[in-house]
């Protein structure tokens, strides 16, 4: 048998497991080529279409999709991920950013009223970097009357690179946004714009049946640095939307990285989620996979063993001894169904032993019987011509 390599790496000391970073650079290495080798095929196909007379002006633009493909991390768990805290839209600090574009187009999305974010992004402290390129900020109330058809949404997930949304109102983003944004890579992308008030250093906690007055909602917003530095932040991170199941995928790079950039970002994501996502960290996590969007997935980190806990694997417990009672009782079945058929089989034998054995004693006996058949009509044959003759003289 061939020597097999294992992709599970265990250490002595510290966490019982880790990534095996010559595998994920492997692998990040492998995914790439075979996501720029379709590349190069559509892009022959294009020219093709181009050659005829379908001409398209932004084909050849670095940003497009067919140029810029997600990478995504793939991970399955043992046990389904059903803590509330855990399940919230969250994010992930990446070392190479997934939107360092300069021609980005941000849209944020923010708690009511939106005139104090838009005061905030044009306030002349906020850098002019980062305000040119938030093209549109929109209250959640005028979210949802705006952006009822699916033909609204679907414009304007077309018209802006990344979605940035107020934490407070994040959850509350699903079902006005729909499919159309969060089965993509451009799920909003929680940040904290809230201001925070402290009292000796401690976070002062608000009454939730308490009603906020005008000046209250207008003064809820950071000053202008910090909501800057937030979005900045946020921009350099990995949006993590887990769900009440095994498996979630988390975008952690695209088809423009090097090898080097998307296994460096693949190892902080997988931190990242085993320090504060996923329960019990490495004993729940099954395994890791990476993926393009039309490509298989590569492993580059699978389990060893598929239970959380040790207490998991009960031996003598009842339902383990049934188990072994019902292979002990199916393998005596066999056996006894085995010796039956070679009963079976022998009775077959004899029984046509003794057929032969008949046949050919019924042979033997017709032969003897037309052989004393012969002998007493030679006996008989001249006694009958002696009372002919004694008949005939008389």
């Excluded at 960290?281 to 239970?307: C, D, Q, Y």
């Amino acid at each position: 048998m061939g020597s097999s390599t294992e992709i599970t790496s265990k250490v002595t000391s510290g966490s019982p497991y880790q990534l095996d970073s010559p595998q994920v650079l492997k692998a990040s290495s492998a995914l790439l080529r075979h996501i720029k080798s379709n590349q190069e095929e559509k892009e022959k196909s294009a020219t093709k279409k181009t050659l005829i007379g379908d001409n398209d002006e932004d084909s050849d633009a670095e940003d497009t999709p067919i140029h810029n493909e997600a990478v995504w991390l793939i991970l399955t768990t043992k046990k389904h991920v059903v803590d509330k805290n855990r399940l919230k839209p969250s994010k992930i600090s990446l070392p190479h950013s997934l939107n360092s574009s300069p021609s980005l187009s941000i849209c944020v999305i923010t708690a009511d009223p939106q005139r104090g974010v838009k005061d905030i992004i044009a306030d002349s402290s906020f850098p002019q970097s980062l305000s040119s390129r938030i093209e549109k900020v929109i209250g959640f109330s005028k979210l949802k009357a705006r952006y009822q058809s699916f033909e609204s949404r679907r414009q304007l997930f077309a018209e802006h690179d990344v979605f940035l949304a107020d934490d407070r109102i994040i959850t509350r983003l699903v079902p006005t946004l729909g499919k159309i944004f969060y089965k993509s890579s451009k799920r909003p992308i929680p940040i904290r714009i809230a201001e925070i008030e402290k009292v000796e250093g401690k976070r002062v906690k608000k009454d939730p049946k308490k009603k906020p007055t005008k000046e209250d909602k207008s003064a809820s917003f950071a000053a202008p640095l910090i909501v800057a530095k937030e979005i900045e932040r946020t921009l350099h991170c990995a949006p993590v939307q887990l769900a009440p199941a095994t498996t979630a995928a988390i975008r952690v790079g695209s088809s423009k990285f090097t090898p080097e950039q998307l296994s460096d970002n693949v190892a902080a994501v997988v931190q990242g989620l085993t320090d504060k996502f996923v329960t019990k960290g490495w004993r729940n996590i099954k395994a890791f996979h990476v993926k393009g969007a039309n490509t298989m997935a590569m492993p580059i980190w699978l389990a060893s063993e598929l239970w959380v806990d040790d207490a998991d694997v009960v031996e003598g417990a009842p339902e383990t001894q049934a188990i072994e009672d019902a292979k002990s009782s199916k393998k005596r079945k066999s056996i006894g169904d085995e010796k039956l058929l070679e009963g079976k089989k022998s009775k077959k034998s004899k029984s046509a032993d003794d057929e032969d054995d008949s046949s050919a004693r019924k042979e033997k006996l017709q032969q003897l019987k037309a052989k004393a058949l012969e002998d007493g009509d030679k006996k008989d044959a001249p006694k009958a011509s002696g009372k002919k003759k004694r008949k005939s003289t008389s």
